[in-house]
């Protein structure tokens, strides 16, 4: 350890922070005598940046020297930026010392394309086979998949490695042959497709032999960057939902665009990050993967992008009176869940209390349900306030977004609303 | 009005419940030996902690609730000295003897035994988060906290488990104890115990020779990580409070 390594800490660092995932979580590994580490199912932050993001693994590039030009990437082949690479030793032992200070739950290993795929691939592998074999490390490791890879390269990163992941990065293939000229779908789709067989295959082998090795238990993952090409939300969500229906990955992240080869006009004009849109995204993303949405009802508006305004679910319900009111003393789970303001916890909540009587809008904000939101979409015993079918989508979606708090105070106020 | 007063401990709250249920007499509050008693106390209840009564009581509750409400009764439990969490136990333990159900949520006190677990379940979710060792010259890694509860004797098997191959020592700086493991097992010190002397040592600051470097390592990490474009710092202190700044190596 010297300060050249935390030189090329920081250099290799920073040119990592663009790939927003970092979660530990989905695995679980007992620990073992003689090795350092476990990892637990549901994931550990354990510091958060000043942009709120968790930081659970040492998140870095082997190397930031690359052979490509992709449009989007700060580190494209022509940006004159610093460059460094750590040695296969160099990380591994900075990984573990890290991790016995409890610093991190482990390592997501990620590089810039060297000589060639196979060759950079065999390096980030090598830095795996390190720390699982040399210091007996049984933490988290994600290992990215270099697009192009020998597939038997990334049979041996799923041996090592909890998750693997192979980003899409631009959601449709045309848009993303203008900005990478150098890469194309299929070498993505070909890696996922292996990854998910050889998950399969590896689920298979252990339900039959407790002992068969396991091949990526947390699962894959990918990223779209979201406003560096012109998709909508609706083709950006269709796209998500065909990669969760397979079910071939656990995760999409997706990582709003931060503006940083402005030179190149094959980019849109942007300010700063569509961080707004981002966060309706990841909304969005939820109400598919735990609240029973298909995309194509979280896009069926005017528009086929998310409303900013308002968040996804609350847009649907103005859009679909019909379904609403829901009576949360006799509808099931998956209607209470459609209600704006109720989560999955506190639908659980609510199934599990009107077992033994009968629910009122006060029982309903102790278990926290947010009121203000739902009060329109339900009925239950007691006072109640007017519905969406009384007071209209439109006028409901004006009251909620005034929230109360703006309001003239010159104008007449009326309090039943 | 019915004030009963116990040594504050767990067994000491379970003998409350059993008298209480003896005298017939629910207490309206409860205090410590040492507290001062409201001049209108009404009527007063000095309750002696007793093992048998306790036992009693104990067994009571395990018969009539499941492992994961016994366990959110016991974390509530960890928020005494901030809540009055002991007179919200006498109020649950009183409905679930009398036939109360532990999964009635409509019920204030049901709730609440909830929501003290949470709070509990989730500051001992900030040791394993938020936790620093520091590795000393002689290889021990030695971390300070402290957490609003008292739940470092939680997170032990976390530990164990997961740095089972190095010596550690946490210390709780706001209860003034901590636990030492030894390879073997995590054993409770305090400051006139044995592993002080290591602890001592400790305070007077002899790192290993290339912690400082790794610290440093992990600053300039946490800076390289954040986006200055999308700097939120609201949202990283909601995540992060500022009471753990204090012990963060990375926010020295």
């Known amino acids: 350890m010297n300060h ?13 922070k663009y790939d927003v995932s970092c979660s530990s979580s989905g695995a679980s590994r007992a620990a073992k005598r003689g090795a350092v580490g476990n990892a637990v199912s549901w994931g550990v932050c354990h510091s958060y940046t000043a942009d709120g993001r968790c930081i659970s693994l040492l998140k870095t590039l082997l190397s930031n020297h690359c052979r490509y030009d992709c449009a989007y990437c700060v580190n494209r082949r022509g940006n004159d930026i610093p460059r460094a690479s750590f040695t296969v030793r160099e990380l591994a032992e900075l990984t573990i010392e890290f991790y016995r200070r409890n610093y991190i739950e482990g390592l997501f290993l990620s590089s810039g ?51 693997l992941s192979v980003n899409l990065e631009i959601p449709t293939e045309a848009n993303l042959k203008a900005l990478a000229p150098e890469k194309d779908h299929q070498s993505v789709y070909k890696p996922m497709n292996y990854i998910y067989r050889n998950i399969a295959a590896s689920a298979e082998e252990r339900r039959k032999f407790r002992s068969a090795p396991r091949f990526a238990p947390a699962g894959q993952s990918t990223q779209l960057i979201i406003g560096a090409s012109r998709e909508t939300d609706r083709d950006i969500l269709s796209l998500a939902a065909s990669l969760y229906d397979q079910p071939k990955l656990k995760r999409v992240y997706y990582s709003g665009f931060v503006p940083v080869n402005a030179y190149d006009d094959r980019l849109p004009p942007l300010a700063s990050a569509p961080l707004a849109r981002e966060n309706r995204l990841y909304q969005a993303d939820w109400l598919m993967r735990f609240y029973d949405f298909a995309a194509e009802e979280i896009t069926d508006g005017e528009s086929p992008d998310l ?87 439109a006028r409901l979606r004006a009251l909620v977004l005034g929230g109360g708090k703006k309001y003239d105070p010159r104008q007449l106020r009326l309090p039943f609303l | 009005m019915n004030l009963f007063v116990y040594d504050k401990t767990f067994d000491g709250l379970l003998s409350v419940i059993f008298e209480a249920f003896r005298l017939k007499l629910f207490p309206d509050a409860l205090r410590g030996p040492a507290d001062d008693l409201p001049l209108l106390a009404g009527r ?209």
């Open chain 1, 4 to 16: 050249d390594v935390i030189k090329k800490l920081e250099i290799l660092a920073d040119a990592a």
């Open chain 1, 113 to 163: 394309v060297l000589r060639n795929p196979d060759y950079t691939m065999e390096r980030l592998v090598g830095v795996a086979r390190e720390l699982r074999n040399e210091y007996r490390f049984n933490g988290y490791v994600h290992l990215k998949t270099i697009p192009g890879a020998s597939e038997e390269l990334v049979h041996e990163a799923g041996l090592y490695a909890d998750r």
């Open chain 1, 307 to 393: 409303d900013l305004e308002l968040d996804p679910k609350l847009a649907w319900a103005l859009r679909h009176p019909e379904w609403f009111p829901v009576d949360v003393n006799r509808d099931d789970y998956h209607r209470l869940l459609r209600v704006p303001g109720v989560g999955t916890r506190s639908a659980g909540l609510m199934v599990m209390a009107r077992r033994r009587g009968r629910l009122q809008a006060g029982h309903l904000a102790k278990m926290g349900v947010v009121m203000k939101r739902a009060v329109h979409f339900i009925t239950c015993d007691g006072p109640r306030a007017a519905t969406i079918n009384e007071i209209g989508p």
């Open chain 2, 44 to 252: 007063v209840v000095r309750v002696e902690t007793e093992a048998e009564k306790a036992g009693r009581v104990w067994r009571g509750l395990q018969n009539r609730l499941s492992r994961p409400a016994l366990r959110s009764l016991m974390n509530a439990w960890l928020t005494v000295a901030d809540e009055a969490a002991d007179e919200l136990i006498v109020r649950y333990a009183r409905r679930i003897f009398a036939g109360g159900d532990e999964a009635d949520f409509s019920d204030p006190d049901v709730l609440a035994i909830r929501e003290q677990s949470q709070k509990v379940a989730r500051e001992k979710m900030h040791l394993i988060q938020f936790v620093r060792f520091q590795k000393t010259a002689e290889g021990i890694f030695f971390a300070s906290v402290a957490p609003r509860y008292d739940v470092l004797p939680l997170v032990l098997r976390h530990f164990t488990g997961r740095f089972g191959d190095q010596q550690w020592i946490i210390r709780d700086l706001a209860r003034g104890y901590g636990f030492y493991y030894d390879l073997t097992r995590a054993r409770e010190v305090r400051p006139d115990g044995q592993a002080d002397l290591a602890a001592g040592r400790l305070e007077a600051g002899l790192p290993a020779e290339d912690e400082i470097l790794f610290q440093e390592a992990w600053k300039k990490y946490f800076q390289a990580v954040s986006i200055e474009s999308r700097a939120n710092p609201k949202l990283q202190r909601q995540y992060m409070p500022r009471r753990f700044w204090p012990l963060l190596i990375e926010k020295q």
